[in-house]
């Protein structure tokens, strides 16, 4: 065996191994750009309120389950403003658990989700309302609520949609929210208190 060969060999798996190490290593750093920690959701949802309640000065706020609360009243909390909050209730379909839930609300429904509304948001009729979520990974969720508000009366011009996260899926379908302080590639991210899928 010729030393040629044999440098050429260790050169190869010496190639190799750091291909693999460096794979690795890239894969974490593509996982921690995406995890959002509270101080990347603080300063996320400061921009919500500039933008989302102070600039459009919405008369009430819809949201959607925990993460979206989180998000809205954080929100809320740096306008300095007292706007009433309504939580609609957020579930997969085929929940039969929750198929009775909130008989007295308002049903929207995707191929993934079935959102409740309560009676008393149809008040706002009229008024300017700001949508806050979380995320919007595919955008159709939140064009079905748009769609389903402006079918009972609402109008689409005193709606504001915002998300903390929208994802290049939901912008290419011309779906992304109105505002969102953060852009990703897919719905590979976290929050502090969880994975969004």
């Known amino acids: 065996m ?5 440098l050429l060999g260790i050169i190869g798996i010496a190639g190799t191994i ?12 593509a ?11 603080e300063s996320g949802c400061r921009q ?5 309640i102070k600039k459009f000065q919405p008369d009430a706020i819809l949201t959607f389950s925990g993460p979206g609360s989180i998000i809205a009243n954080l929100a809320l909390i740096h306008s300095r403003k007292y706007i009433p909050i309504y939580t609609a209730v957020e579930f997969p379909q085929g929940d039969k658990n929750k198929s009775s839930l909130m008989s007295d609300c308002i ?41 389903g508000l402006v079918d009972i009366g609402f109008s689409r011009e005193n709606l504001y949609v915002s998300s903390l996260v929208c994802t290049k899926a939901a912008l290419d379908a011309n779906l992304a929210p109105d505002f969102y302080p953060f852009l990703v590639e897919n719905n590979e991210f976290s929050f502090p208190w969880g994975k969004r899928n």
């Not at 750091?18 to 750093?29: A, H, M, P, S, V």
């Not at 919500?48 to 989302?52: D, E, G, N, P, T």
Request: aromatic fraction near 14%.
């Open 48 to 52: 919500i309120s500039k933008k989302c």
């Open 107 to 147: 049903m929207l429904e995707t191929a993934k989700w079935v959102f409740r509304i309560p009676n008393a948001f149809t008040i706002h009729k009229g008024q300017r309302v700001a949508i806050i979520h979380d995320c919007s990974v595919s955008g159709v969720g939140l064009d079905k609520i748009i769609r």
């Open 2 to 6: 010729d030393y040629i060969t044999l």
């Open 31 to 41: 996982i921690q750009r995406y995890r959002y920690s509270w101080s990347d959701v």
């Open 18 to 29: 750091g291909t693999f190490y460096f794979g690795i290593q890239y894969n974490r750093l």
